[in-house]
């Protein structure tokens, strides 16, 4: 039971450069999320999917695209990278949208930097 | 909408030494509130959660939080911390309305020194 995983881990790119970031969890979660995270300013919602061939936009959408592949998995799609996308990038579960009673669970996070 | 602050964003501390973080939210409606640890480099852990009943909740590693409902604070606190409690920790608060998001606070650094 891997919980939630994420690939790659670390990642460098050029400025206009795309790349996906892969999610994928094995809890049998309805719901996931993508987060970055910044110093100083927590972690801010980029998309969700509530469930299975669902997906919306949260706080910080601008510049990304998502996919939610199947139940298990959920990916992340920068396609012009920029400067301003340099972050630490995370995905998340949870048995329900939002946390219900249970929260959410994190996977290890993928270290961007966008030169 | 709910919105979440957390007043230090930096707490340094001596080993064994007693640590207060402090956390505030604001909602219009009931809320499930929660603290996550995150360790250098790796990803957000569950710490503890409040959901409904008693005020005083525990969690692991020695970690429990008060939930003040005329306060709106949930603050975590540890009555002796270790060198391994170094991290940062994050409050979130979820609306307990069917569908909300979880929305984070901007972080506390705990720096537990020898």
């Known amino acids: 039971n891997a919980g939630v995983t994420q690939t790659p881990k670390f990642q460098v790119l050029k400025t206009g450069q795309s790349m996906t970031l892969q999610c994928a969890q094995d809890?049998?979660?309805?719901?996931m999320y993508w987060y970055r995270q910044d110093p100083g300013m927590g972690l801010r919602l980029i998309y969700y999917?509530?469930?299975?061939?669902?997906?919306d936009k949260g706080e910080v959408p601008n510049g990304y695209n998502v996919s939610r592949l199947n139940k298990r998995e959920f990916s992340l799609r920068l396609e012009s990278a920029a400067p301003s996308q340099t972050s630490v990038y995370f995905c998340a579960s949870s048995e329900i949208l939002g946390t219900g009673m249970f929260g959410q669970y994190f996977g290890p996070g993928t270290r961007l930097t966008v030169t | 909408a709910q919105s979440v602050t957390q007043l230090d964003s930096q707490v340094p501390v001596f080993e064994e030494a007693p640590v207060e973080l402090r956390c505030n939210y604001s909602?219009?409606?009931?809320?499930?509130l929660f603290w996550y640890v995150q360790y250098p480099n790796q990803g957000l852990q569950l710490l503890l959660k409040y959901l409904s009943g008693s005020t005083l909740v525990k969690g692991i590693n020695g970690f429990e939080a008060e939930f003040n409902k005329s306060q709106t604070s949930f603050h975590l606190r540890k009555p002796s911390v270790h060198i391994s409690d170094t991290a940062e920790y994050f409050c979130a608060v979820s609306e307990e309305t069917s569908g909300s998001r979880l929305t984070f606070g901007e972080g506390t650094q705990l720096t537990v020194n020898p």
């Open positions: 809890m049998n979660h309805n719901s």
């Open positions: 999917s509530a469930s299975e061939g669902t997906t």
């Open positions: 909602s219009s409606v009931s809320v499930y």
